[in-house]
């Protein structure tokens, strides 16, 4: 999951909110964008949802980093759950979205994927899953939600971690965007305090998150972040990849 492109008008009003207002016009703006009905792209399908995992989280799974059983955290469409499935791992995808986790579940039909489990949840406040998950990604969920809810989201998935777990985390960097923005990016200094609280970190690096705008109105990229258009179309946008695992 990541921030609605198209919403960004919408949720520059949320910053006078309580989490909890906050997160309930997130959640209704997300749903909204899982069912095509994007202000801005009426029909298209959400601009993040790129029918693959993220190249980053793709390129760590190639190397042999994600083990074990997977959360996937704000899993969306669930192409990373999905993709990992089909390669043998089990996967559980969580998304507040009904829409998303919806359509998740058609895809793994489709697919015959009988080990992959998908579940609408708060991120942020989730239980029954207790010592489980080797792997934990959060490909584009960090940024997504508000800022006070970071602390109970990072409660929750260490308690659904098995010991030594890995967790990895795609999120916007604070860089690509105008000082005015909603949109939760953040520095690498940020991160790292965010979640070294709670995990011991490997490495923060420099990365991209890639969105798709076919179906979206001229002018939607750039008025949303900085960005560069690829040789596949897609725009890119300047991130942070974190890697780091559970000590003790």
């Not at 939600?145 to 985390?169: C, D, F, H, N, T």
């Not at 109105?217 to 596949?232: L, M, T, Y």
């Amino acid at each position: 999951m990541s921030i609605p492109l198209t919403y960004v008008r919408r949720i520059d009003t949320l910053g006078d909110m309580t989490d909890k207002t906050a997160t309930e016009e997130f959640d209704l703006a997300f749903d909204a964008a899982y069912r095509g009905e994007a202000p801005d792209g009426r029909g298209a399908r959400p601009p993040w949802s790129i029918g693959e995992p993220q190249p980053e989280i793709a390129m760590l799974i190639a190397e042999g980093k994600v083990r074990g059983e997977v959360l996937d955290a704000g899993c969306g469409e669930a192409a990373t759950s999905l993709y990992l499935a089909e390669v043998g791992h089990t996967t559980v995808g969580l998304d507040s979205a009904p829409k998303a986790i919806e359509l998740a579940k058609g895809y793994a039909a489709e697919r015959g994927l009988t080990n992959a489990s998908f579940a609408v949840a708060d991120i942020s406040s989730f239980t029954g899953y207790d010592g489980r998950f080797d792997t934990i990604i959060d490909s584009t969920l960090f940024h997504s939600m508000p800022v006070g809810l970071r602390e109970g989201y990072q409660r929750s998935i260490v308690r659904a971690a098995a010991p030594g777990a890995r967790y990895y985390v795609l999120v916007f960097d604070r860089a690509a965007f105008p000082a005015e923005s909603p949109v939760n990016a953040v520095t690498e200094n940020e991160l790292r305090d965010a979640v070294s609280k709670y995990w011991a970190i490997d490495e923060i690096r420099p990365a991209k998150i890639y969105a798709n705008f076919n179906g979206f109105e001229p002018g939607v990229a750039q008025g949303f972040a900085r960005h560069e258009i690829e040789p596949d179309g897609r725009a890119s946008v300047a991130a942070w990849l974190l890697s780091a695992h559970l000590a003790g």
